[in-house]
T-cell receptor
Framework: KQEVTQIPAALSVPEGENLVLNCSFTDSAIYNLQWFRQDPGKGLTSLLLIQSSQREQTSGRLNASLDKSSGRSTLYIAASQPGDSATYLCAVIITQGGSEKLVFGKGTKLTVNP | EAQVTQNPRYLITVTGKKLTVTCSQNMNHEYMSWYRQDPGLGLRQIYYSMNVEVTDKGDVPEGYKVSRKEKRNFPLILESPSPNQTSLYFC?????????????FGEGSRLTVL
């Protein structure tokens, strides 16, 4: 059974710091991995999608990497800002019993202090 | 503006009173899905649809029904709601194709069943 783990559950950093969020998954047979952010009381906003054949994706101050063989993905945030404060979720797409399935981690709650 | 729209955003109801949460997307996406988010359990998939008239169960389909009669709409039906269905519900969509594409989420519908 695929399990997605995000450690730490919460992280607090001062503004301007570069940081890395971790996501690990137990089964390397994934089709893609997506990072999201969720603000309190809001829906999920897609940040980056990495296809299984890709190693990384970049968007602005964000860089996500994927290592399928080790079952790991990282989200790197450069020069963090208070507006980056949110919960960050990763999710993998797998197949199970012929059906598509999306498995989420429980998220890392990031606080960037001014 | 490309978006996934859910209604209602907030609802309080009583046990056994049928309700429908609507979901509509304006991006001509083939794939649509429903999730529920609960503290400590994260996001779990309820149902998904690969295209019109094609639906399949996710992880937690019990107590829910869906239909996909039109491409843009994917309503979630609770025939006889129970308190354990109190949750935050999200609808999402993406382009068709197998396991690819960025997922776009709605703002969420917070449901309380008394």
């Amino acid at each position: 059974k695929q399990e997605v783990t995000q450690i730490p559950a919460a992280l607090s950093v001062p503004e301007g710091e570069n940081l890395v969020l971790n996501c690990s998954f137990t089964d390397s047979a994934i089709y893609n991995l997506q990072w999201f952010r969720q603000d309190p009381g809001k829906g999920l906003t897609s940040l980056l999608l990495i296809q299984s054949s890709q190693r990384e994706q970049t968007s602005g101050r964000l860089n996500a990497s994927l290592d399928k063989s080790s079952g790991r993905s990282t989200l790197y945030i450069a020069a963090s800002q208070p507006g980056d404060s949110a919960t960050y979720l990763c999710a993998v797409i797998i197949t199970q019993g012929g059906s598509e399935k999306l498995v989420f981690g429980k998220g890392t709650k990031l606080t960037v202090n001014p | 503006e490309a978006q996934v729209t859910q209604n209602p955003r907030y609802l309080i109801t009583v046990t056994g009173k049928k309700l429908t949460v609507t979901c509509s997307q304006n991006m001509n996406h083939e794939y649509m899905s429903w999730y529920r988010q609960d503290p400590g359990l994260g996001l779990r998939q309820i149902y998904y649809s690969m295209n019109v008239e094609v639906t399949d169960k996710g992880d937690v389909p019990e107590g829910y029904k869906v239909s996909r009669k039109e491409k843009r709409n994917f309503p979630l039906i609770l025939e006889s709601p129970s308190p354990n269905q109190t949750s935050l519900y999200f609808c999402a969509s993406r382009v068709g194709g197998v396991y690819t594409g960025e997922l776009f989420f709605g703002e969420g519908s917070r449901l309380t069943v008394l």
